[in-house]
């Protein structure tokens, strides 16, 4: 029996109960469709302070509860500048859902918002993952692992077409260019983040957004829509026309008909479909 008072246990105990269908399962599909684990990984789990990164740290601590492959895990939290209140939120949660973290800093936000101009996001994400996988090598790990869920896959493709004039998705696993060795894993790829929520909701716990001073200027300016906002709003709308859009949309990244379209690239070089049309 867990007692009334264990906050952790009734955390673990509903990943594995309650969002069995909707968040154990497809993270179990991911890591077997994407073969993201391998016998004798080291991963080093990358814990941002939100929701999605907490939950993917409680998700391996359960697989390397009940899986008969071996394999290590890190979890590893870069400090970017958060302000201190948001730090002690995610040393606070960390403590309360037993995830044993390293803590380390950087001067990432600074360096973006002076290297990046009016938007710093791009810059800020590369320079984020740099450190991490430089981290992540210092303590042995060949992976790192990033919580990025269907939903962020779904919208990173909207935004390609909409924005980008490219048709262009987020990969479930990329081999690093930059650190020999190392690869970056996406372990819940197939979890939608409205299940997220609801896993956060469920189980009362709070946990820090964004918090860069980027983004909180632009809300205090009224600004805060991003483009991957409005992404989410429309996916909202087509979603009371048809409750299977998500679906329906994540399905067609992995059933590309390239027959049927008259240019695409790969590999860095652009191909015609006129390279094939008089065969």
Known sequence: MIAPGDKRAWVERSIITKFRKTIWAPFLEALRAYEL????????????????????????????????????????????????????????????????????????????NIVGGDSPCYMCARMRRGYLYARAQELGCNKIA????????????????????????????????????????????????????????YNGLEFIACACSFTAKLAENGQGRSVRQEMKELVKELKKRNPDVEKSIFKSIHNVQLDTLPGYKSGGEKHSFLEKFED
Request: some cysteine.
């Open 37 to 112: 684990l391998s016998e004798g990984d080291k991963i080093a789990v990358c814990i941002s302070g939100g929701k999605d990164s907490m939950l993917l740290a409680k998700l391996f601590q359960e697989l390397k509860r009940h899986s008969e492959m071996h394999f290590d895990v890190e979890y590893i939290c870069m400090n970017p500048g958060y302000n201190e209140e948001n730090a002690k939120k995610i040393e606070l949660n960390a403590a309360l859902l037993g995830v044993p973290v390293r803590f380390f800093k950087s001067d990432v936000f600074e360096a973006a």
């Open 146 to 201: 990033l919580g990025h869920h269907r939903s962020d896959v779904i919208e990173t493709t909207l935004m390609g077409m909409f924005y980008g004039g490219q048709i262009q998705g987020m990969m479930p696993r990329i081999k690093s260019a930059n650190f020999e060795g190392m690869e970056l894993i996406r372990p819940m790829y197939c979890i939608s983040e409205e299940d997220i929520e609801h896993w956060r909701d």
